[in-house]
T-cell receptor, first 113, second 112 residues
Framework: DAGVIQSPRHEVTEMGQEVTLRCKPI?????LFWYRQTMMRGLELLIY????????DSGMPEDRFSAKMPNASFSTLKIQPSEPRDSAVYFC???????????FGDGTRLSIL | SQKIEQNSEALNIQEGKTATLTCNYTNYSPAYLQWYRQDPGRGPVFLLLIRENEKEKRKERLKVTFDTTLKQSLFHITASQPADSATYLCALGNQAGTALIFGKGTTLSVSS
């Protein structure tokens, strides 16, 4: 199995620009999660989907963040406009069922200048 | 508010010794607890899951205990090796069984 695939691995952009992060979950997994990891706050859940439907987006920091899952094999996390405080590593994870172990991608390291 | 604390940010031990990592939580009643390993530049990798009605789980050199009275989980690596050096994260899950709350992790360094 290819595992969870995220792109890009690194993104450097200027404040105010739109950023789109992409994720391909493991085939057959019903749940998809987006996390953000920083030294200060650790790994924080932003939003998760079940069968392509957003279930809980209470972790999304503000309206500048949005996430979509148009089909079972693809999800995006968009930040518009981006700000320096959005700099972090963003992880996507998927799981077969709710309480099953989560499989993480290797993340996107985002730097907003 | 819910809080998870992992005993220390860093733990240094000698090869061959047992590493013990601690995860404490407050204001939460987890149905299960998971441990993950994270290497630099990589995503977390699942290691073990233990449910609230289980006291102990083992997998090869790994052992996890879960004490819901103390609100604590202990993670042991016996006969530690330099290859065990990584950051270890604990994560709590509720009865709905979906969203996990992660601790900030403990970075283990095993020297030869």
């Amino acid at each position: 199995d290819a595992g969870v695939i995220q792109s890009p691995r690194h993104e450097v952009t200027e404040m105010g620009q739109e950023v789109t992060l992409r994720c391909k979950p493991i085939s057959g997994h019903d749940y998809l999660f987006w996390y953000r990891q920083t030294m200060m706050r650790g790994l924080e859940l932003l939003i998760y989907f079940n069968n392509n439907v957003p279930i809980d987006d209470s972790g999304m920091p503000e309206d500048r963040f949005s996430a979509k899952m148009p089909n079972a094999s693809f999800s995006t996390l968009k930040i518009q406009p981006s700000e320096p405080r959005d700099s972090a590593v963003y992880f996507c994870a998927s799981s077969l069922r709710g309480e099953q172990p989560q499989h993480f991608g290797d993340g996107t390291r985002l730097s907003i200048l | 508010s819910q809080k998870i604390e992992q005993n220390s940010e860093a733990l240094n031990i000698q090869e061959g010794k047992t590493a013990t990592l601690t995860c404490n939580y407050t204001n939460y009643s987890p149905a299960y607890l998971q441990w993950y390993r994270q290497d630099p530049g990589r995503g977390p990798v699942f290691l073990l899951l233990i449910r609230e009605n289980e006291k102990e789980k083992r997998k090869e050199r790994l052992k996890v205990t879960f004490d819901t009275t103390l609100k604590q989980s202990l993670f042991h690596i016996t006969a530690s090796q330099p290859a065990d050096s990584a950051t270890y994260l604990c994560a709590l899950g509720n009865q709905a069984g979906t969203a996990l709350i992660f601790g900030k992790g403990t970075t283990l360094s095993v020297s030869s």
